[in-house]
């Protein structure tokens, strides 16, 4: 494999271009070489360029957001719930089951798609689902099946409160009906 010279590194700077924009510190949000962490009000926002850069035209480069939710409870109507769910988000973002059993809220596009604003826009739009939905999704379905608070992934956790996105209005909102106080 021959990796391509400079494409992973170019998506790691546009996500530190994404992050400004939204108000982050990019150094500051790092998780690691490729990771960063960010929060809005109760959801805690993964961000993460995940490839090799092999690929001639930057296709196995993917940007990727998701903001772990709850655990998966026993209910037999749950999946079919986060499916109308997924249909309510129109395709911005889903939520999917971890092999552990827990829902994330996920959304990713291939790096030679997508420029920062875009980046920006998914971010924001993860955070703003997952702020929307996870709070009333626990209500609903039990606060036992809540993560551990500030669940962020199986690596080291960040010293510090992961840096809050300020609030990007109009530009970043999701087109169409944005979700109400919880779900349907």
């Given at each position: 494999m021959v990796r391509r010279a400079g494409t992973v590194e170019k998506a790691r700077a546009m996500v530190g271009v994404?992050?400004?924009?939204l108000g982050a510190e990019p150094d500051r949000a790092a998780f690691g070489p490729d990771t960063w962490l960010v929060s809005k009000g109760s959801a805690a926002v993964v961000i993460r360029v995940v490839?090799?850069?092999t690929d001639p035209d930057a296709s196995d480069v993917h940007v990727q957001v998701t903001s772990p939710v709850m655990r998966v409870p026993p209910d037999p109507g749950f999946s079919a719930h986060l499916l109308k769910l997924n249909h309510e988000m129109g395709g911005l973002a889903c939520f999917a089951v971890t092999p552990q059993g827990e829902v994330h809220l996920v959304a990713a596009r291939t790096y030679r798609d997508?420029?920062?604003?875009?980046?920006?826009?998914l971010i924001a739009q993860v955070a703003h689902f997952s702020d929307a939905y996870d709070d009333p999704l626990l209500e609903?379905?039990?606060?036992?099946?809540a993560l551990r608070p500030g669940a962020v992934p199986p690596r080291a956790k960040p010293p510090a409160p992961p840096p809050a996105l300020r609030d990007p209005g109009s530009r970043a909102a999701p087109p169409g009906r944005p979700p109400g106080k919880g779900p349907a």
């Open positions: 994404a992050l400004s924009a490839g090799h850069g997508v420029g920062a604003p875009e980046i920006a826009r609903r379905y039990g606060a036992q099946y």
